[in-house]
């Protein structure tokens, strides 16, 4: 189903004293929660903004690949080096944001527009499980599949999955999360793959996606 641009009405003349009540104990409970603390940063050329906390910054591709060279694991090294060349060649604009401190990465894709629905959570599920099993080693990994949903409502529609893995062989404490998210409005699409140590609620970053 093709996304429309938001259309907002107020019918002031139509609004009830019990409805008059309930929003503005609604506001007062906007205003009561605790403010976001981040910036934005605009996508070059993609008239796209995303909020991220502070700690994150923009890593340029090479960047990326000394601090992935640096972690000493060849193996994952390899494999986003090839995953980068191949977005390159197919022509595609990937941005890449981190939080080194506390190894935390994200990349943001720029995709042709897709428009999907409820019902296709299962099939894009599957796609991120193939991507999953085709980009990293996970055979000596055990992988829970933590949350997986599609968010939203006629206009804007977020594909959710979050993947939690653990390696058997080390302690419990040394594990590691995978957030992915499918964004589609306003006849754009954002892939976004946030790998990081803690299980993180991005819910209210991507609210605040301009796009």
Do not use: W
């Amino acid at each position: 189903m093709k996304l429309k641009h938001l259309f907002f009405f107020l019918f002031l003349s139509l609004i009830s004293c019990q409805q008059v009540i309930e929003g503005t104990s609604k506001v007062v409970r906007e205003q009561a929660k605790p403010k976001l603390k981040g910036k934005y940063h605009s996508l070059q050329k993609e008239n796209v903004k995303i909020f991220l906390p502070d700690e994150f910054k923009y890593i340029t591709h090479e960047e990326y690949k000394n601090v992935l060279k640096q972690s000493g694991d060849s193996t994952l090294y390899n494999a986003e080096v090839q995953r980068l060349d191949n977005i390159k060649i197919n022509d595609k604009k990937l941005y890449i944001f981190g939080y080194l401190e506390s190894a935390s990465t994200l990349n943001v894709l720029v995709e042709k527009y897709l428009p999907f629905d409820k019902e296709d959570g299962k099939y894009l599920l599957g796609i991120i499980s193939t991507i999953q099993k085709n980009t990293y080693n996970l055979k000596d990994l055990d992988t829970e599949l933590k949350e997986a949903r599609v968010m939203g409502n006629k206009n804007l529609k977020i594909f959710k999955a979050i993947y939690k893995f653990t390696n058997p062989s080390f302690p419990a404490s040394q594990k590691f999360f995978r957030h992915y998210y499918l964004i589609s409005y306003n006849k754009k699409t954002l892939f976004l793959n946030m790998e990081s140590a803690q299980l993180i609620d991005f819910d209210p970053y991507l609210e605040k996606i301009k796009m």
